[in-house]
């Protein structure tokens, strides 16, 4: 059975830093293409990060968010800095199989992790 498993959230103040950790089990997450989504309450779900052979960065991350592997952990991370308000949301791993970039249809997804940047 397949499952993604997201951890590292929490409350943080503007300007701080959190690393996410999306941990797999079922498969090798080396062979997946691995996402990171986040939804903000009231609005739609959206990309962050996307890791296949290159990452991706949404515009509004780029320079502040790093997105790397852990092959003996099994574990995406989502390393964020700079924090602002407009991060706050809940944030999602995905992880797809013979794919070169992520969307909204991946085919593993995790529960998320609540993110709220507030002094």
């Known amino acids: 059975q397949v499952q993604l498993v997201e951890s590292g959230g929490g409350l943080v103040q503007p300007g701080g830093s959190l690393r996410l950790s999306c941990a797999a089990s079922g498969l090798i997450l080396d062979y997946y293409t691995v996402g990171w989504f986040r939804q903000a309450p009231g609005k739609e779900r959206e990309g962050v990060s996307c890791i296949s052979g290159s990452k991706y960065y949404a515009d509004s991350v780029k320079g502040r968010f790093t997105i790397s592997r852990d092959s003996a952990k099994n574990t995406v991370y989502l390393q964020m800095n700079s924090l602002k308000p407009e991060d706050t949301a809940v944030y999602y791993c995905?992880?797809?199989?013979?794919?070169?970039?992520?969307?909204?249809?991946?085919?593993?997804w995790g529960k998320g992790t609540l993110v709220t940047v507030s002094s």
């Open positions: 995905a992880a797809d199989f013979g794919v070169t970039t992520c969307y909204a249809g991946m085919d593993y």
